[in-house]
């Protein structure tokens, strides 16, 4: 389930009506039909959408929240929940796999908070619906809404990404090895890890790195490895930065295995490519695996590696091997030492406008255990790092977070 909230800075006498926001959802459904259909199981355990035109959910509310509480992180991890009253995770109770909720808040600003089920789409399928469906809102002639093109042409064909017919290999047996998927591989529990995470009060936390700091970050990589300067991204070196920081913050046993998993786009990555506006999912999860001692103790350039060389590994075989582990064998990832990092910075969602303005705060309805890597306003450049922690780990998490020592 991805669920998100836009806030505005709107002037509510100039803004689009609601009603107009309804009209554009009802048209931007016609290309994104399955967001307007029903989710069911299959007999033989997968997922299948019932497209009967049952449409989308929209509603209109009011908050005594303001906009100014968004930009930083809440007191509680569900204090935003209302901003999404209707919880996407129900769809096989019959919940619309897309709910839009505009809310009005005290300081007349307004937000809108958007839930979608990710048994249909990724993060970019949503975010290229969220783009047509603002701009559709925008429209302000009828004339201009019959010319209306959705850039791009959204496109559904979820069987590109079927398994092939089972045929066992020496190819096929290597990629399937558990040591080539270690993002499915269960690992011994040393510390109550699980227990941790689901009896101790966690505490969202949000840490802005602006430009400078991201830069520091990067020096202090290379100087503890032989990472190259032209070929490691900012994620690689932002992701094993929060990765080590909650490492070190949980003080955990020094043998317990860690994980890092993170989407990696394959719409590129498999042959042939996928068709431009894909929106379904199209993602593997890359994973970083390694030992407390080994992330805590031998410096960020050691981290960066391992993240950049589980990129590395992902390529249309692997791809491939990942389909057939899901659809056939219902692989899923463990929770065991376990630490899901998303990066949302790099979807546009901080463009969308639906007429109101562009938004200055891009956000998950209810901050988790799970990292976010958002957008921030009027700062290009930067990236905002939330995420919840356990109540005894949160100030030293925080703290280390702060500091770019290696």
């Known amino acids: 389930m991805g669920s998100l909230v836009h806030v505005k800075e709107a002037v509510i006498t100039h803004a689009p009506p609601v009603s107009r926001l309804k009209s554009a959802l009802a048209k931007a459904l016609v290309p994104y039909y399955p967001l307007a259909g029903r989710v069911r199981a299959k007999p033989d355990g997968g997922l299948e959408v019932v497209c009967r035109g049952q449409g989308a959910l929209f509603i209109e509310a009011v908050s005594d929240h303001e906009a100014n509480e968004l930009e930083r992180a809440p007191r509680f991890v569900t204090q935003w929940k209302k901003l999404l009253s209707v919880d996407v995770a129900d769809v096989l109770k019959g919940t619309p796999p897309l709910i839009v909720q505009m809310t009005w808040l005290k300081d007349g600003n307004a937000a809108l908070g958007v839930g979608f089920n990710h048994c249909l789409c990724d993060g970019i399928g949503s975010a290229e619906f969220l783009n ?6 925008s429209v302000t002639s009828q004339t201009k809404l019959a010319e209306f093109k959705f850039k791009p042409n959204p496109v559904w064909d979820r069987h590109l990404l079927n398994p092939p017919p089972f045929q066992p290999s020496r ?3 290597n990629y399937n090895s558990p040591s080539h998927h270690p993002e ?7 510390c109550g890890f699980l227990s941790r995470f689901s009896n101790e009060r966690l505490v969202p936390t949000s840490f802005i790195f602006n430009k400078a700091s991201l830069e520091e970050l990067k020096k202090v990589a290379f100087s503890t490895s032989r990472l190259s300067e032209s070929s490691n991204t900012t994620f690689e070196f932002l992701s094993a930065h929060i990765w080590r920081s909650w490492a070190r913050a949980l003080n955990l046993p020094s043998n317990q295995t860690l994980k890092l998993l993170f989407s990696i786009n394959v719409r590129d990555r498999v042959k042939p490519s996928l068709p431009s506006g894909f929106y379904g999912n199209a993602f593997v999860l890359g994973c970083a695996q390694t030992s407390v001692k080994d992330l805590t103790e031998r410096g960020l350039g050691y981290a960066t590696m ?3 060389k589980a990129k590395e590994r992902v390529d249309s075989e692997f791809v491939k091997s990942v389909v057939e582990s899901v659809s056939r064998g219902r692989a899923t990832p463990d929770s065991v030492g376990v630490l899901i990092l998303s ?5 546009g969602l901080d463009k969308v406008d639906f007429g109101y303005a562009k938004p200055v705060h891009v956000g998950p309805i209810c901050c988790d255990r799970y990292c976010l890597l958002l957008p921030v306003f009027n700062q290009t450049d930067a990236v905002k790092a939330m995420v919840a922690v356990p109540t005894s780990a949160a100030q030293r998490y925080e703290h280390l977070l702060r500091s770019f020592c290696s």
């Open 132 to 137: 047509s469906f603002a701009e559709l809102a």
């Open 184 to 190: 499915f591989n269960r690992v011994p529990d040393l």
């Open 306 to 308: 391992l993240v950049k």
């Open 343 to 347: 990066q949302w910075s790099r979807l």
């Open 171 to 173: 190819n096929c047996n």
